[in-house]
């Protein structure tokens, strides 16, 4: 499309590069299983563009959607490709403490984080190398989300670049008020300081969830080792009316 080529050339003034979602994180998916949890409320943190929500939206039309995108370019683009919707868009990341930080963007947008990438990370995706740093706003997601609101039965989705400890800490909660959490993991190190599966996990299974399986798992490219995806648990007492 023109227009589409037209953005391209923009971002590409300034050195970035725009890249579909999948071409780094595989794509997500969800079976209709999950209309079985009767979700009203979708949280989504780190929505990029806004590929997660339309992915979600073919099988959950027309929930609240609330979203959290740091990066004013790519918060501009999720304004537009979320258009019409009934959803808040908050321009800030989350973190356990509200402030500022600079984060790190990359060639492609979808690798930018806070923390400095490890060298699997840069030998696996070269394009994926940062090329310039911005200054956001952080945020507590306990702060933002007041539980106090209706928001019925909740999907929360977490995919930040390894900063997902950091997001957990300051939601905890919210967390606690969930129904279904699907969160981005890593089993190798890929940014400085991140957990790993185990960690993530063992917190889940610690607060009353339970791991259903993964809605995707991107391996290196060349050897074929996985290396990270996005992780499902569920709350244990919904377990039962998934597989009945």
């Given at each position: 499309?023109?227009?589409?080529?037209?953005?391209?050339?923009?971002?590409?003034?300034?050195?970035?590069?725009?890249?579909?979602?999948?071409?780094l994180s595989?794509?997500?998916?969800?079976?209709?299983?999950?209309e079985k949890l009767n979700i009203d409320t979708i949280i989504d943190v780190g929505s990029n563009e806004g590929q997660f929500i339309n992915?979600?939206?073919?099988?959950?039309?027309?929930?609240?959607?609330?979203?959290?995108?740091?990066?004013?370019?790519?918060?501009?683009?999720?304004?537009?490709?979320?258009?019409?919707?009934?959803?808040?868009?908050?321009n800030c990341g989350l973190s356990d403490v509200a402030g500022s930080a600079e984060i790190n963007i990359s060639k492609n947008f979808v690798s930018s984080s806070i923390l400095q990438m490890e060298e699997l990370h840069q030998k696996t995706y070269p394009d994926s190398q940062y090329v310039n740093?911005?200054?956001?706003?952080?945020?507590?997601?306990?702060?933002?989300?007041?539980?106090?609101?209706?928001?019925?039965?909740?999907?929360?989705?977490?995919?930040?670049?390894?900063?997902?400890?950091?997001v957990i800490a300051g939601g905890t909660n919210v967390i606690k008020a969930v129904d279904i959490v699907i969160i981005e993991?890593?089993?190798?190190?890929?940014?400085?300081?991140?957990?790993?599966?185990?960690?993530?996990?063992?917190?889940?299974?610690?607060?009353?969830?339970?791991?259903?399986?993964?809605?995707?798992?991107?391996?290196?490219p060349v050897i074929g080792i996985p290396i990270y995806g996005d992780a499902i648990f569920i709350k244990e007492n919904l377990a039962k009316k998934l597989y009945s």
């Amino acid at each position: 499309m023109v227009v589409t080529r037209v953005i391209r050339k923009f971002f590409n003034a300034f050195g970035y590069e725009i890249m579909k979602l999948q071409n780094l994180s595989g794509e997500l998916s969800i079976g209709k299983w999950i209309e079985k949890l009767n979700i009203d409320t979708i949280i989504d943190v780190g929505s990029n563009e806004g590929q997660f929500i339309n992915s979600i939206r073919n099988i959950l039309p027309n929930k609240r959607i609330i979203a959290f995108e740091p990066i004013k370019a790519v918060y501009d683009r999720l304004l537009v490709n979320t258009k019409g919707l009934n959803i808040v868009v908050h321009n800030c990341g989350l973190s356990d403490v509200a402030g500022s930080a600079e984060i790190n963007i990359s060639k492609n947008f979808v690798s930018s984080s806070i923390l400095q990438m490890e060298e699997l990370h840069q030998k696996t995706y070269p394009d994926s190398q940062y090329v310039n740093k911005e200054t956001i706003q952080l945020k507590r997601l306990d702060d933002v989300v007041n539980l106090k609101e209706n928001y019925g039965h909740i999907l929360l989705k977490i995919d930040v670049q390894g900063y997902e400890n950091k997001v957990i800490a300051g939601g905890t909660n919210v967390i606690k008020a969930v129904d279904i959490v699907i969160i981005e993991f890593s089993f190798q190190p890929i940014y400085e300081g991140q957990w790993l599966f185990g960690d993530t996990y063992h917190y889940f299974i610690g607060n009353g969830f339970k791991f259903i399986g993964f809605a995707d798992q991107v391996a290196d490219p060349v050897i074929g080792i996985p290396i990270y995806g996005d992780a499902i648990f569920i709350k244990e007492n919904l377990a039962k009316k998934l597989y009945s």
